[in-house]
C-alpha cells in the first residue's frame, strides 16, 4: 500500500501523515477548512515528537479534488462527523480501496462499510497521544500502541499488511484478531472518564473521589454488560488498570470530551455513552449511568445552543 488518503487533518491525522510521509509513502490529508488546507500544502506539517522538531511536507486538499486509485483512507474526524467524511471520499471506494477507522467509540466502521463494503473496512484503537499546538503543528511525547483488525476475518491478512506499514513507519502497530476486545476497552474507559469529566467539570484527578470511582465503576460494569452481549469479552482488570493509572498519572489532564464542552464545540457522546446505550437497547441491557450521563451532555449541548 503506497497512496493512503487521511480524511482530517486534526491531531492525529497530521501526525500520521507526516510519519507515513516521512516514510516514503504518498499521503494527502483531506479536510474541510480550506484554510488550513491551503497553509498545510504550503508549509507543510510541523511536528515535535521524541525524534525532535522537524517540518514534513504534505499534500493536502479538498476531498473532492483527490483522484480514485487510493489504496487505503484513514478516518480520524470525530465520531458525529463520520457519516458525512465517509460520504466525502465515496468515490474513492472504487472496490479495491481498504477503509480504516482508529476512531474513538463505536458505530464508525459500521458507516465506513455502508461505503466500502464491510469486507474493505479494517478497524482498531490507538493510544498515541497526539496534540494540535496551531493548525500546522503537531506535537507528540511519550509511548502510543496501535491495534488493528479487519470486519471480515478473511481479510484479517490486510490488517496485518497495515500494521506492518505503520511499523516501519516508527509506530508500535499490531494486528489482533480480536481487536474488538480492545475497541471495547477503550469505550468503557470514555465512556466513564470522559462523560463525567465532561459533566462535573473535573479534571482526570478531580474524579479520584469515593463518588467518582462509584460512578466510573456503574459505567464500566454497564458497558461491559453490553459488550458482552455483542460476544466481546472485556477483561475489566485490564480496564481499571488504565482507569488507575490515569487517576494517578494525569491528575491535571482534562478530558478530550470536557475540552470540546469547554471549547463550544461538539462532543463525541453519541459515538461513546450514545451509542453504548443504543447497543446495550437492542440486547435488552439497562444502562441508567451510562444513559444519565449522556442525558445531561445533551442537556448541556442544547443549552450551549439555545
Known sequence: MQNIVIVGAGAMG??????LGEAGLSVTLVDIDPVRLELLAREGIKV????????????????????PGVDLVMLFTKGMHSAAAAQSVAHLADG??????????????????????????????????????GPN???????????LGSMAARMHPVAE????????????AEA???????IWEKVAFNAALN?????????????DHPAGRRIIAAVVSEVVATAAARGVQIDTTRVWGKIDFALA???????????????????????????????????????????????????????RLS
Open 14 to 19: 497530521c501526525y500520521l501523515a507526516a510519519r
Open 249 to 303: 498519572n494525569h491528575r491535571g489532564h482534562k478530558a478530550s470530551m470536557l475540552q470540546d464542552m469547554l471549547a463550544g464545540r461538539a462532543t463525541e457522546i453519541e459515538s461513546i455513552n450514545g451509542a453504548v446505550v443504543l447497543a446495550a437497547a437492542q440486547a435488552g441491557i439497562a444502562t441508567p449511568v451510562t444513559s444519565t450521563l449522556a442525558d445531561i451532555i445533551r442537556l448541556m449541548e442544547a443549552q
Open 176 to 182: 489482533d484478531a480480536r481487536v474488538e476486545v480492545a
Open 137 to 147: 503543528c503537531v506535537s507528540s511525547h511519550g509511548l502510543g500502541h496501535v491495534r
Open 161 to 172: 499488511q497495515v500494521a506492518q506499514l505503520l511499523t516501519l513507519s516508527g509506530m508500535n
Open 96 to 133: 479495491k480501496s481498504f477503509a480504516l477507522t482508529l476512531q474513538n467509540g463505536i458505530g464508525n466502521a459500521e458507516i465506513l462499510a455502508e461505503v466500502f463494503t464491510p469486507e474493505r473496512v479494517l478497524i482498531g484503537v490507538t493510544d498515541i497521544p497526539a496534540d494540535l499546538e
Open 195 to 207: 462523560a463525567l469529566a465532561t459533566v462535573s467539570g473535573a479534571t482526570v484527578g478531580g474524579m
Open 48 to 67: 515535535s515528537d521524541d525524534r525532535g522538531e522537524r517540518v514534513v511536507a504534505t499534500r493536502a486538499r479538498p476531498a473532492q479534488d483527490v483522484a
